[in-house]
Structure formats: structure tokens, C-alpha cells
């Protein structure tokens, strides 16, 4: 068993979204099928820089996000895009990812609480390129829950 700063942790452990939307394009819930030949597809080219779209994740409930992995059809790989926590004080960019790669994982020193995640698509891969997340997994730290005290002390 693991333990920081004196406190059990349970592993960190794959978690679903409540609910996946996206600015732009269709089927966001792909990225979360488990079917890797599906994709959310953006479709769109906008200028070097602009922010073309974007897929917010919500879990429905506060999460201690520890890692997520991010995986890009060939061809649809966008050259720059952005993992960031939405918080109800602002956003939080957890990575800014430059000259992306078709598997990407963003493993975080601590786990980040939040209920909402955003992958903001910065620029497209190439001029007329189609951006295609095949596979989206996230995971969470679980807080501890229902312990139990037990007195050990003898009257």
C-alpha cells in the first residue's frame, strides 16, 4: 500500500466523462469509445495561431486528474493544441503542446482537481488538414472514502 504523507492512496484509476462537447465538428464522444478507428474529426483550417475548436470533457463531479493520454489518427495530428482545466476561478493550462505527436501523454507532477477538462486546437496539422482524436483516456486519483475508526485504546 502506498502512502503520502501518512495517508493511504489508493491507485489512480481510468474514469469516463459525464459529458463530452465540442466548438467545432462532430462525434466528440469517440475519442471515448474505445474504438480506436473512430475519431472526434474538428475539419476546419483556420491561420497559424488561431484557435480552431475545442472538446471540453466534464466529469460531472470535482476529479484529482493525474494523467491523460491523447491519441491522434495518422494525418490528423494538429501542430499545436492545449490541455487545460476549467475551474470555476479560471482556466488552467496544464500543457501546451508544440509540434504534436500521434500518441501524447500528459502526465501531471500532482494530481489537478477540477470538473472540467478542454483540448484546444491551436493550428491544424497542414492547410486543409482534418484534426482526428481517435482516443481520449483520463486518469483520476480517487480520495479515500467510508473509513472506518476503530478505538484500539483498553479502558
Known sequence: RV????????????ILPAQVSSTVGWNADAAF?????TAWLEGRYF???AITGAMTIDFGATRWISQIELD???????????VEALTPAGTVILEDVEA???????????????????????ASAFAGS??????????????????QFQETVLD
Open 130 to 147: 482534418s484534426i482526428a482524436l481517435s482516443e481520449m483516456r483520463i486518469q483520476h486519483r480517487p480520495l479515500q472514502t467510508d473509513t
Open 47 to 49: 491561420p497559424e495561431g
Open 33 to 37: 469509445d474505445g474504438l480506436p478507428e
Open 72 to 82: 491522434w489518427l495518422a494525418g490528423g495530428v494538429p501542430a499545436r493544441y492545449r
Open 3 to 14: 502512502f503520502r504523507r501518512g495517508t493511504p492512496v489508493l491507485p489512480d484509476e481510468a
Open 100 to 122: 504534436g505527436t500521434p500518441h501524447h501523454v500528459v502526465a501531471l507532477s500532482e494530481p489537478y482537481a477540477t470538473q472540467r477538462i478542454r483540448v484546444s486546437l491551436l
